[in-house]
């Protein structure tokens, strides 16, 4: 059974950093890719980032590009979103995902996401 639990989420103020992890369980971590969504009532679970398998390739949504670092450690079974500078406008539902498709930089592959921890950036 596919577990993912997220953890690190919290409320900053613009400019601070945050650190979120996911914790995966219950399928063969290493072969999959996986990704970091966010979704705010309203409006579509957007794809902010994803890594390859091997973590030897990431992807970014613009928005957020040199502000936020995804990583993995595949002894740990764990992914990671790093987010610097925070913006208001960052402010969701941050949720990890996993999927078995080589398109892993497009959303609509993804199978699999956790329960989501909540950003609220205030300004």
């Known amino acids: 059974q596919v577990r993912l639990v997220e953890s690190g989420g919290g409320l900053v103020q613009a400019g601070d950093s945050l650190r979120l992890s996911c914790s995966a369980s219950g399928f063969a971590f290493e072969l999959w890719p996986m990704g970091w969504f966010r979704q705010t009532p309203g409006r579509e679970r957007e794809l902010v980032a994803a890594?390859?398998?091997?973590?030897?390739?990431?992807h970014y949504i613009e928005s957020v590009k040199g502000r936020f670092t995804v990583s993995r450690d595949n002894a740990k079974n764990t992914v990671t979103l790093e987010m610097n500078t925070l913006k208001p406008e960052d402010t969701a539902v941050y949720s990890c995902?996993?999927?078995?498709?080589?398109?892993?930089?497009?959303?609509?592959?993804?199978?699999?996401w956790g329960q989501g921890t909540q950003v609220t950036v205030s300004s």
């Open positions: 890594i390859s398998r091997t973590g030897a390739m990431t």
């Open positions: 995902a996993a999927t078995r498709s080589t398109s892993w930089d497009l959303a609509r592959v993804y199978e699999y």
